[in-house]
């Protein structure tokens, strides 16, 4: 069974940082390619931004609202996914999904998010 | 950036009555490769989203046939041929042709 537990959210001061990580399970993790999604209370799903796989060269692309802030990252070894998110803004709190590219296509989200919270 | 727009924004349904979502994008969401990156999901109330469609037309595992899609180009339809009470969420579609990849506003299905 597929399982994406998303960790590491937390409250944080604006400016600040904080690093979500994804951990993998019950697939082939080093051949899918991973997204982050996220969702501000009552709003809607937004894209934050994808690593590809080792094979597609670990390209990554970014929302333009967060382009140049975040970061995403992988670990193949560990089955683990990054989030590195810099210079936080209020607007960015949300709770945050990671998601697997599905073969063939869509995305495959199985956690319940971890929620970040920016505010003095 | 490809612009998802979707219609309406707030969908009351009767059980067994269709419903219809309309999804357009600000760009063509055909690839070279003959199918159009064009994907649907829902959120049900305190869920996380679920894929139900993908690359268009592909329905995901486990989704009901009496969900359907259609379109081309940049003009997409989701339909439900007879509502049920579990179908009540959010309805997103998303464009996965470009960088950065853009969710419409969501629909918001609810029961009379």
């Known amino acids: 069974e597929v399982q994406l537990v998303e960790s590491g959210g937390g409250l944080v001061q604006p400016g600040g940082s904080l690093k979500l990580s994804c951990a993998a399970s019950?697939?082939?993790?080093?051949?899918?390619?991973m997204h982050w999604v996220r969702q501000a209370s009552g709003k809607g799903l937004e894209w934050v931004g994808r690593?590809?796989?080792?094979?597609?060269?670990?390209?990554?692309g970014y929302g333009a609202s967060v382009n140049g802030r975040f970061t995403i990252s992988r670990d193949d070894s560990k089955n683990t996914a990054y989030l590195q998110m810099n210079s936080l803004k209020t607007e960015d709190t949300a709770v945050y999904y990671c998601?697997?590219?599905?073969?063939?296509?869509?995305?495959?989200?199985r956690g319940q998010g971890t929620t970040v919270t920016v505010s003095s | 950036d490809i612009v998802m727009t979707q219609s309406p924004l707030s969908l009351p349904v009767t059980p067994g009555e269709p419903a219809s979502i309309s999804c357009r994008s600000s760009?063509?969401?055909?690839?070279?490769?003959?199918?159009?990156?064009l994907d649907w999901y829902l959120q049900k109330p305190g869920q996380s989203p679920q894929l139900l469609f993908y690359?268009?037309?592909n329905r995901a595992s486990g989704v009901p046939d009496r969900f359907t899609v259609s379109g081309s180009g940049t003009d997409f339809t989701l339909k439900i041929s007879r509502v049920e009470a579990d179908d009540v969420g959010v309805y997103y579609c998303?464009?996965?042709?470009?960088?950065?990849?853009?969710f419409g506003q969501g629909t918001k299905v609810e029961i009379k």
């Open positions: 690359l268009g037309s």
């Open positions: 690593i590809t796989s080792k094979a597609e060269s670990y390209v990554t």
């Open positions: 760009q063509s969401l055909l690839h070279t490769n003959g199918f159009h990156y």
């Open positions: 019950g697939f082939t993790f080093s051949g899918s390619a």
């Open positions: 998303m464009q996965a042709l470009q960088t950065p990849q853009t």
């Open positions: 998601a697997r590219r599905q073969t063939g296509g869509g995305l495959e989200v």
